[in-house]
């Protein structure tokens, strides 16, 4: 905190002016905290006057001050403030504030802030908190340790996506996630994905609808957390606006690492490293009594009717016979006990031996240093993880150097650059026939993927001798063997990226600075994915190879007056310009079968399709923030950006957002700042309005390359038999729009900050309330327009909510013994109020029979698709209805419904972090919770395998139920109507269901299941509670430290997510198919979660 | 003076902001252009896009269900096996649906509206002949559609359905318009197609066959009153008309030949290849039975068995479909065909028309459809000629009887067509609902897309309560 807060100060120091007239004389002296280290960029000012200085690297300053001045005022957020009388060559010690509200909060733009004056609720996370996991993932990190941030890890694959959320979802169809900020810069977060056998591009973004494909990654995962010194989350529209349209959802502010000069002149070295264990966490269960086959026949590869399913015979009276053969080791088939045999009893395989225990190391050292003047940082990080699915990785390098300088007394420099290497080795997931989990839960337990073998299997567990063909389960088409998919269909993304800023900042007076920052990010993430000969997906063969190139450029110039008008009132305005481009690219290939088995490059392949994306965009704007801060009680902070975008047509594409936020230290009249009990009380008001802009290129029509495809095909695209071909539509079936005006989304917020016992308890409470007005979205047009949607500002969502944090030390003991804990709550109610006039629903992502969609009247993301039919077929509460028509296959079964409706709602009802620390005399426990309540999951994962007969709960197959509902059916025009002796449609329902039915193959088949049944069979509480880490750090006494010549050694042992409790009865119930899409709350065959288990060592030279 | 030195530079700073603001516009707009498609195309890659597009509708979802709905298929798996049942739902035909407006129709649309501009004959033709084959595919399936107003994008957002008897009239037109547009071609006019035309390679006087095809096709599905078991005479001669104009061998067939490439494989291919949900030559419930249909064929030993039917592939790999069809085979070039109307199918039209009451020998056009048909698929003439011989290589005297047994035939000449559905709906040759037939009866329509329901309100006296039996396509009553 403190390093960057000294950058920010060097911006806006308090210096105020002051006349030069009087009879002067210069002062020196030198500001250390309370553990002796030089406090650089600390202001210091001659007590009643505006005569001011700050101090440099080394925390030394100099002044001309006026003969008649006695003493000197130092203020250094974080830090209580100071009046010192003048005497020659001071050394001033500055001590901790215990209440923290001198605190610098790093706002919009780099703009620092009291914290004190804030109206709106800003939260900060230390680098301690960050470095826990050895993940190395930064966003992950953040999970329960910020309220109203809502953090969904997709996948426990190395490098799957993590969603982040603050305050509810703004936007239908564009971007929810908050604006990351580093160092002052923006960093992409793009999702850039391709999804062969499914969405194909359409996967890719923020409202990409991934259903197969490979895990996709956000960008911001390339960040290295051992290089941030603090995350400053700004959670609503006030505290963002000044960052314009890119920050509508929040900012996640970083600040990263900067060197300082030591004390003793020397080089800083700082190294840690963690190695990690990590195992699955969770998989849904499988039945083991019943094996391959259908009808209680048994039946297996290569051929046989049935053998997709496992409804098979009780395998406890089955026996191998025959030879063994490259399917079957124990035999080439199975009898009944009943058949002469010679062979070996059959057993159940387990098909999860197929997950391994991934590892990680992660390794990081960093040198800082500086001189009086100057000061530098640089670090390397590296972590090389493997995952629990064979052939899964991610490795990540990063490379990281900053450096500031003050060139005169009014000029200081600083910049700062980072480099990242990330390679990933993905796997295919979710609906794809290569899906790893899709193969591997759909096997029966009496086919072995790995053919006897354990660890890394050697060909003959996935490839038949001699041809090269698939061994799979069904010995033909169907879906890959989970052990052919890890070694035949690789995923390779490789990411080069840099980003970084430089900043100039020039004191032009006392009351005036003036600041340029400019930065970038630009990265290629150059994908890779082939499928060899003999893939069900593509039998035969295919690579696909998709390079993007994104490039960031931002400007921002900055001048900043002070004026003191009394002396009770002082204010600050900002003036700035704000310039913004973005460019990126996707370059697309696809080869299409191979000549050469298993040598996948582009070469190999004997027909192509290309394809090529590019997009712009620019923005510029002008903002202002002017602050009044009135006898250390009142401040006003009022902000206005103007800006101009290039996704709007030149009519419209300039708007206007204010925002306006007032804090009052209520208690501050009272004097209760040495009050033992209650020392402050903070209520914060704000108001914002803030826009977002449209899509890229999403204006006019276009023609463009034609394709088509149905629901079940990959269909046709063009060049077809080398013929060009194009269509109409932007893209392909969407109508842009010359009329769009930005999204709009206006906020109130009102906090409340209170103090107890000297800060051992604070409470912080902020309720928001937010609309988001002219939301963009496809707005579906009826086919028969010849489109499918047009782009048009149309919906309404509104948000409001609560948040909670609760710090508090309840036990501080003389010896050393400290007990902290931190609580964080957040509770928000989602409404999409309207979609377009006549739009009743709006397809976020999922499938026909297990949607995620948005619907008037509901929060977003409902799960939308058919149920039973009820008595009341308007009415989900009333009794089921059960199939009386005599002699029908269905008849004691619910009755299938064909129409579809929102059936759950996705988002949970509130989420919370606990955090425990405990501390004792170098011994550190830490113990975070999260929690999340409420919220449904639709678990199309469990709908499968209950069809195929490898759920757990398909083990009932020989019994019976008792359906309850009561006995009818519908007619030809859908009305409930029951059967009777004399009339085979009397009105209305019957009496209840009183037979037991079987609850047999045909019931799980063809009702009790969500994969062929109804969509409502397979919705799950997603409900959780999770230790999601545990920390157990011990620092070495520092005489042990400096015997061994280090200043810092720290051990520790940590475990991430080692306990879930959760009634969800798939994976981790933390989990996304679309990835960190808008679309969350679908699992269709997603890949398992994991818990792990590690080492870390922290060392300072 | 310090003092109003910093002033000046910090009111210059400010002044440079406001300055920097102020760019052109053109700096935005043009940012904002997409590089990569166009906003002009020529008739030529319309058409193409146009004539794939129709081909993989029909030979995909269309086919599909059709085949299913009168067992030429079987479903085995997943929405298919549903589909088997007769059991679907709103949202099962919208791929078919958007496909033919967004895909076909509405590109269709745009080409008219282009050639039309520049005065391209053959091109103007050649759309409105598509356009009046789409409309009587869509027609047949769901009787009454938005035309009229339709294709407008925002122009019109909610175009209201026009009448189906409305809509063949409509077709009718179009077909004469397209006739006088291609025999009107000039040396002047501005583009011809060529190897765009992936049918006929731009040959006028093909899609003139064509377009009679379609007319022949049209009037005879209007030849016959369910309700009142009435011949219209009249229909069925302009039938026999236009197909005495149409096709002269199974060279002039319409039909789109799909790739070897694999974004360019025929829809059955790439149906088979990547879902395998359905069937043909075994059902795999049964195993080792046939279809119903195959066990048909060779009970009357029917010589293109063997080359509609893949016996030889594996009863649960969904295959079973024959090379024809859905090529590339693994050890042949074959390219998968989806046929939009053949000399085959005319000949049996032809001998409707006949029996119907307009003048010619019913005999002599079933026999030259019989041969029609198998001579296509490869049959040998020796093979022919045994089948002619046989049981039913002779009309039934009985009139009645032979429009069954020519629709029969046809049906089987039609394999994989949306037209057999047709036939089967308009002549009924026996068929018993399948046996799990929770869906009850065999469909005589498609239901409404869901999409349409909700989005455009004009639909909704109809499609609330259309069902797959209700109201019937106007010639099916």
């Known amino acids: 905190m403190k390093q960057i807060v000294r950058l920010a100060t060097v911006l806006l120091g308090m210096v105020l002016c002051t006349s030069l007239y009087a009879q002067s004389r210069v002062i020196t002296g030198t500001v250390k905290d309370q553990d002796g280290k030089p406090l650089p960029f600390l202001a210091v000012q001659v007590k009643g006057t505006t005569i001011g200085t700050y101090t440099d690297t080394a925390g030394k300053f100099t002044l001309t001050v006026d003969q008649t001045a006695k003493a000197v005022t130092l203020s250094y957020p974080g830090m209580k403030n100071q009046e010192v009388a003048i005497t020659d060559n001071m050394t001033i010690t500055m001590s901790n504030d215990a209440l923290g509200l001198d605190e610098v909060v790093v706002g919009a733009v780099g703009i620092s802030y009291e914290k004190k004056s804030l109206g709106y609720a800003a939260q900060t996370v230390g680098s301690d908190e960050l470095n826990k996991s ?19 890890n997709s996948a426990g694959d190395p490098g799957a996506g993590t969603f982040i959320n603050l305050r509810g979802i703004t936007s239908l169809t564009g971007n929810n996630q908050p604006l990351i900020v580093v160092d002052g810069i923006p960093l992409d977060n793009s999702i850039n994905n391709y999804d062969p056998t499914g969405q194909g591009a359409l996967a890719s973004g923020a409202n990409g609808n991934l259903t197969g494909g490979a895990q996709p990654t956000n960008r911001g995962l390339d960040i290295n957390p051992s290089d941030i010194d603090n995350i400053t989350v700004l959670k609503g529209p006030a505290a963002t606006a000044l960052y314009g349209l890119q920050a509508a959802n929040g900012a996640i502010v970083i600040n990263t690492k900067k060197g300082s000069k030591n004390s003793d002149g020397s080089l800083g070295i700082e190294f840690n490293s963690s190695l990690t264990w990590s195992t699955v966490n969770k998989l849904p269960a499988e039945q083991n009594t019943y094996a391959q086959g259908d009808a209680g026949q048994w039946s297996g590869p290569p051929t046989g009717g049935g053998r997709k399913f496992s409804w098979g015979p009780a395998i406890d009276t089955m026996y191998w016979t025959g030879t063994p053969n490259a399917y079957f080791t124990g035999g080439n088939s199975m009898v009944g006990a009943h058949t002469a045999h010679t062979g070996a009893a059959v057993t159940p395989f387990n098909p999860y031996d197929f997950f391994t225990t991934g590892i990680a ?70 609906s794809n026939i290569s899906s790893v989990m899709l193969g591997l839960l759909r096997t029966p337990p009496t086919f072995d993927n790995s053919r006897g073998q354990s660890g890394t299997v050697d060909s003959t567990a996935y490839m038949l001798p001699g041809t090269g063909a698939q061994r799979d389960y069904r010995g033909g088409p169907g879906y890959d063997n989970p052990y052919w998919t890890v070694n035949e269909n690789p995923f390779t993304s490789a990411v080069n990226r840099v980003y970084g800023f430089g900043q100039v900042n020039y004191h032009l007076a006392d009351w005036a600075d003036l600041t340029y920052r400019v930065g970038g990010d630009a990265y290629s993430q150059d994908d890779k994915n082939a499928y060899n000969i003999g893939s069900n997906a593509f039998p035969a063969g295919a690579i696909f190879i998709n390079d993007y190139f994104n490039s960031q450029f931002n400007s921002d110039i900055l001048l900043t007056l002070k004026r003191k008008f009394s002396d009770k009132l002082n204010g600050t305005l900002i003036l700035g310009q704000n310039f913004f481009q973005l460019n990126n690219s996707v370059r697309s290939m696809q080869g299409n079968a191979f000549v050469i088995p298993g040598f996948f490059d582009m070469s190999n392949a004997t027909s192509y399709n290309t394809g090529e994306a590019e997009a712009e965009k620019r923005t510029s704007a002008l903002y202002f923030d002017l602050q009044l801060a009135y006898a250390n009680q009142l401040y006003l902070t009022i902000t206005g950006r103007d800006e101009t975008t290039s996704t709007l047509a030149a009519s419209n594409d300039n708007f206007f957002y204010p925002s306006v936020s007032l804090g009052w230290v209520f208690t501050e009249p009272l004097k209760l700042s040495t009050n033992k009990t209650f020392s402050l009380g903070k209520l914060r008001l704000s108001y914002a309005d803030v826009g977002k802009d449209a899509p890229i290129q999403g204006l006019q029509n276009y023609y463009h390359s034609a394709s088509i495809l149905d629901g079940f095909t990959t269909g046709v695209t063009f060049p077809f038999n080398g013929m060009a071909g194009y269509q109409y539509g932007n893209p392909q079936f969407v109508l842009g729009n010359a009329g769009l005006t930005p999204e709009n989304t206006t906020s109130i917020e009102a906090g409340l900050d209170l103090y107890f016992f000297q800060n051992r308890v604070n409470l912080s409470a902020t309720y928001y309330n937010e609309t988001s007005n002219n939301v963009i979205l496809q707005v579906p047009v009826p086919y028969s327009t010849g489109f499918g949607a047009q782009l048009a500002n149309a919906g309404e969502i509104t948000n409001n909510g609560i948040e909670l944090t609760l710090n508090a030390t309840p036990v501080k003991t003389k010896s050393g013994f400290q007990w902290d804990i931190s609580v964080n709550w957040s509770h928000n109610t989602n409404e999409v109020v309207k ?20 619907l008037p009247g509901k929060s977003f993301g409902q799960i939308y698709g058919t149920d039973y039919v009820h008595v009341n077929p308007n009415d989900p509460s009333s009794p089921l209805l059960i199939d009386d028509i005599p002699g029908d296959p269905g008849y004691g079964y619910p009755i299938v419904g064909s129409k579809s409706s929102a059936l759950a709602n996705t988002l949970p009802n509130w989420i919370g972090g606990l955090t425990n620390t405990f501390s004792y005399k170098g011994i550190n426990l830490g113990v975070v919770m999260t929690v999340r309540e409420g919220g449904s999951i639709w678990d199309g994962t469990i709908g499968a395998m209950e069809y195929f007969g490898t759920a757990a709960q398909t083990d009932n197959r020989n019994s019976s139920a008792l359906f309850a509902g ?21 009105l209305g329902a019957g009496a209840a269901n009183s037979t037991h039915e079987a609850t047999n193959e045909y019931y799980w088949q063809n009702v009790g299941n969500s994969f062929t049944g109804p969509t409502s069979a397979s919705i799950y509480d997603a409900s959780y509670i999770r230790i999601s880490q545990i920390n157990l750090g011990y620092d070495l006494p520092s005489r042990i430290c400096r015997k061994a010549h280090f200043t810092k050694i720290t051990l520790t042992v940590f475990a991430n997510n080692p306990v879930l409790w959760t009634k969800y009865p798939g994976v981790d119930p933390e989990t996304s198919l679309a990835g960190p899409a808008n679309g969350q709350g679908l699992d269709y065959f997603n890949n398992p979660g994991t818990k792990s288990y590690g080492l870390r060592l922290n060392l300072g030279l | 003076m310090k003092n109003l030195k910093t002033y000046i530079s910090a009111v210059a700073v400010t002044a440079m902001l406001f300055t920097a603001e102020s760019c052109q516009k053109s700096f935005y707009t043009k940012a904002n252009v997409n590089p990569n498609a166009p906003n002009h195309v020529t008739a030529a890659t319309l058409l193409t896009g146009i004539q794939v597009s129709l081909g993989y509708a029909r030979g995909g979802d269309f086919s599909r269900f059709c085949s299913m709905d009168i067992q030429q298929s079987v479903g085995v798996s997943r929405q298919s096996q549903s589909y088997e049942n007769y059991v679907y739902t709103n949202q099962d035909p919208e791929s078919a649906w958007d496909n033919m407006y967004d895909d076909v129709m509405e590109n269709d649309y745009q080409l008219l509206l282009l050639a039309g501009k520049a005065g391209d004959h053959e091109y103007y033709g050649m759309g409105q002949i598509l356009m009046a084959y789409s ?16 294709f407008q994008g925002t122009g019109n957002m909610q175009p209201k359905f026009d009448n189906d008897k409305a809509l063949y009239d409509t077709a009718v037109a179009l077909c004469y318009k397209g006739i006088t547009n291609i025999n009107n071609a000039k040396a002047t006019d501005n583009a011809t197609p060529g190897s765009d035309d992936i049918m006929y390679g731009g040959v006028g006087a093909q899609w003139v066959k064509f377009a009679h095809a379609l007319l022949a096709r049209i009037y005879i599905h209007q030849s016959y009153i369910k309700s009142t078991s009435t011949n219209v005479t009249a229909m069925a001669d302009s039938a026999l008309v236009h197909a005495n104009l149409s096709y002269g061998s199974i060279a002039d067939d319409a039909q789109i030949v799909f790739g070897v490439a694999t974004n360019n494989n025929a829809p059955w291919y790439q149906f088979n290849t990547q879902r395998a949900d359905i069937e043909f030559a075994y059902v795999d419930y049964t195993s080792p039975d046939y279809t119903p249909f195959c066990d ?4 009357e030993k029917d010589p293109r068995f063997s080359f509609m039917i893949d016996s030889t592939t594996e009863p649960v790999s969904g295959d079973g479909l024959g090379a024809f069809y859905d090529g590339p085979g693994s050890s042949s070039p074959l390219t998968g065909v989806v046929e939009l109307s053949t000399y085959a199918e005319i000949q049996f039209i032809s001998a409707e028309a006949a029996l119907r009451g307009a003048t010619g020998v019913a005999q002599t056009f079933y026999t030259a459809g019989i041969t029609a048909s198998m001579t296509k698929l490869g049959v040998p003439a020796a093979s022919i000629a045994t089948y002619l011989a046989g049981p039913w290589g002779t009309l039934n005297v009985v009139a009645s009887k032979a429009v069954i047994q020519n629709a029969w035939e046809e049906g089987i000449a039609l394999f994989t067509s949306p037209e057999a559905w047709s036939l089967w709906r308009r002549c009924e040759w026996p068929l018993t609902p399948t046996t799990n037939n929770a869906g009850g009866s065999i469909p005589h329509r498609f239901l409404y897309p869901q999409s349409e329901i909700n989005l455009n309100p004009n639909s909704l006296p109809l499609s609330s309560s259309a069902t797959q039996q209700t109201p019937a396509i106007f010639w099916d009553k």
């Open chain 2, 135 to 150: 409309l009587q595919m869509m027609v047949d399936c769901w009787g009454s559609i938005p035309y009229s107003q339709a």
């Open chain 2, 296 to 299: 048909s064929l060779l009970l």
């Open chain 1, 966 to 986: 009561d006995m009818g059916h519908l007619d030809g025009s859908g009305n409930v109507v029951h059967y009777t002796a004399g009339n085979p449609n009397a």
């Open chain 1, 361 to 430: 190391n992660d390794n990081n050292i960093a040198f800082s240093g500086g001189t009086d003047k100057s000061s530098f940082r640089m670090s390397l990080g590296n972590l090389s993880q493997t995952g629990v699915i064979p052939n899964s990785d991610y490795r990540k390098t990063t490379f990281t150097a900053t450096g500031q300088t003050a060139l005169s007394k009014r000029l200081s420099v600083s910049a700062g650059i980072n480099y990242v290497n990330s390679i990933t080795d993905k796997v295919q997931q979710g």
């Open chain 1, 134 to 152: 050895g993940t190395g993932n930064m966003m992950s990190e953040l999970e329960g340790k910020v309220s109203g941030l809502s953090v969904v």
């Open chain 1, 835 to 854: 979609l377009a006039p006549g739009v009743n629903e709006l397809f976020i992502a999922g499938f026909q029979g297990g949607a995620i969609e948005a």
